[in-house]
């Protein structure tokens, strides 16, 4: 037998099950991570280079200002993540030998992650694992060099073994790896590069 229900009784009838979703989505675990760089966070742990957070174009952003050798790294140490979905906005603003901009993931320490870095002074997207402070190329793209001066996304997912990511909303790399199952996000620059970030957001496990 149908049961006819008015529109006032099926608004009130999809009402009741908004808890039965909103418990299912918390059961899920996933936890959220926002860092907009208004104001200091001591969670960050600024391993190499000089990070300061200041004002450009209006909006605050977290930049790395110095020369550092062979690249400066913050770690992000409140929430390790197996499963991710982490993205950051960057823009390159100078470097001769560099203008880089990355996201760390999976991080054990400033020596030990998995980095998805693009360039704007080199023609491709990259996938690294640095493993006690050595650099390997897992997965490489071609790309339009990131422009000098202009804002660009970085975006990573990590899912089990495997890695995807993004730069300026294009798929250019799927590559799978174990090297690192878990760990900190962070932010990665190379060399003489001068970087600035902004919007950091990450949701996982």
Known sequence: MKIWLTPAARMIALLAL????????????????????????PKWKFVTGRWVRRTSSGRPVLAQTVETQPWAVALLEDQAFADVDVSVRFRPISGKEDASGGIILRARDGQNYLLVRANALENNFRLYSIVNGTRRTLASAKVVEPKLGD????RVVATGPRIQAWLDGAPLLDHQDTTFTRGWLGLWTK?????????LEASGT
Request: charge should be negative; aromatic fraction near 8%; avoid cysteine.
């Open 18 to 41: 908004v808890p039965v979703i909103l418990s299912g989505a918390a059961a899920e675990g996933k936890v959220t991570v926002k860092d907009e760089f208004a104001k200091d966070n």
């Open 151 to 154: 804002w660009h996304t970085l």
């Open 191 to 199: 060399a003489d590069s001068v970087t600035e970030f902004a919007d």
